[in-house]
């Protein structure tokens, strides 16, 4: 009876505390808590320094601002002219967000936009408020500043995005330029109509052959008719004005590539051809980027409106570029190509690289033809590499089900979800000594940019200099002792040396050291290490950044001929560290899981404790 009572005293007593405290909180919140719009401007903090977002004021006086609506329209523009920075954020925050704003409040709006952009160079929330004033001054003063930032990534935006229909007008007559305009003028219209497609979902054929009248007048300003072709597609869908502006750009070929965005983003199939007119078999020859890639990334996004392109695509599906390969099968998948069915089911079999036995599940996933399923779940039974096992396991379910594939959330787009095998991986699977001890190489073989040992005497004159589309970008680095790079490692291949480096996302190369000179060029990857074995030197390479995440495995011989390169494996991703385990195989720990690496077996997870 006694533990009883206790017991119940002690609950009694923790519920009246519990009640203080409540009624302590109660009584704080009450006492924060204002009833004017001048009082509630009053509890606004002036902090100094530098403010930040929409400033900082508690949340329940922001609330009780936010309820006076049109009221505090005028108080709170004369805070904006205050000299503390977080009063005026505070203000001009809450002005942006208020409603049931009209034409008449226009100049009050401008006003406070002026004053931000004197006290801090840009135009700041209140640009988002003219989207609620609406009229004929919003609309050509927005417009007007819309020139003048160059970018709708703001709340000039957000005001476009309140107007809707309203705003096109005055974005048309925008572009009505008889007379100079530079480029840079027109360059935030494209992301006001890009909102209008991705979030208002606005779509007029009025105003879309508004666009194209206005495009297809000589007397108009090049820039204003380029832009004018471009944003088209973002408000109509509608196969005639489709055909308009591709014929256009059929007789007026430097319209061509504003034209096919334009047909892009209308999903049209007319889009295809001039898409797969400019795949290409060559090697990228631009340093900056993979043309091929950002073909293939444009045929899937017009989905199965860029099924026409399905029988040159499957040309790619053997091409000597092992990214074309995995970015061939997943256009495949992704416009509903389903003729590549038996070619992509041949894929699954790559026992090299494991990215396009995923492209090939996902593309058969994408398609989902029951078929396949014998294939599918071969993989998932029987591949090396464990998370690829796992995702060929879920297709397998998924398809079995008669799910539709639907990895593409609202928040992703398919850039990324086309990029998705990037991050496919194990996660803190890494190999130490006691897990694999190391086999040492001699100086003589191997030498490494350390503390002991700086390879000076490799130093070289980094070989991007040499060209001439990165030299145009980077002269002043070219041209000064920087350019100058002591190299990360030096591994005696024959009778010369094999120099690799790793600068992350400033690039690497492996190149050939002989008669104390660079000679020879064979890579511009990140080189993580190099081991010779037999008369072979295999390369480590790959590049961890951002969303990127490769590695690859090089296979390099010396013929009479000279040297010879080529990929051999694809590692799991990018490597961090790696080291020989016996005479014929390498441990080699990557971003997305531990490997083991013998050239005749190939790769297999390793076993870590």
Known sequence: MLIRDLYIGFIKISLLISSLILASSLRASDDTCCNTIESCIALIPAIEGKARGAGKVDDAVRDKLKSFGRDALLPLAKLTGEDNPNRRKVADSLIADIKDLNVNDFSIIQHVIQNNIELNGGGGWSYGALGYVGGDNAGKYLVSELKRVQSASNQIGTAFNRLGVEGIPYLIEGLRCYGYCSEEEFRGFS?????????????????????????????INLHARHTALTVIGYLTESPLIAKQIHQYAEKNIEFS?????SLQNMKSSLATEMLVNQLTNEKNKSIFQDRNFMVFNDLSELGTAGKNAGGRVMQFLNSEHWEDRINASLTLGYIGYFQAIPELRKQLSNPSDWQQVYAAVKALRLLSDKTTLVDLERVATNHWFKPLREYAEKAVVAIKMGK???????????????????????????????????????????????????????????????????YQFYSDYCSSDESILVPAIAAKYGENWLIGDNRGEWGGELVVFQSGRLTDTLLTENIEDVYVVGEFAYVITGLAHMSLNNGLIYKLQKTNAGYFIQPFYRLPGAPRTSWKISDDSILINTVSGAVIFNPSDGLKMANCK
């Open 191 to 219: 992301e006001v109509f890009y909102n209008y497609q991705r979030w208002t979902k606005i779509s007029d054929d009025k105003f879309a052959l508004q666009l194209f009248s206005l495009a297809t007048n000589e007397k």
């Open 404 to 470: 539709e594939y639907d990895s593409i959330s609202k928040n992703q787009n398919l850039a990324s979800d086309f990029f998705d095998y990037q991050q496919l991986g194990e996660e803190n699977h890494t190999c130490d000594i006691t897990d694999y001890p190391k086999v040492s190489e001699s100086v003589e073989t191997k030498q490494y940019n350390d503390k002991d040992n700086k390879l000076a005497f490799f130093q070289y004159k980094d070989p991007m200099c040499s060209n001439k589309e990165f």
């Open 257 to 261: 590539g504003s034209a096919l965005m």
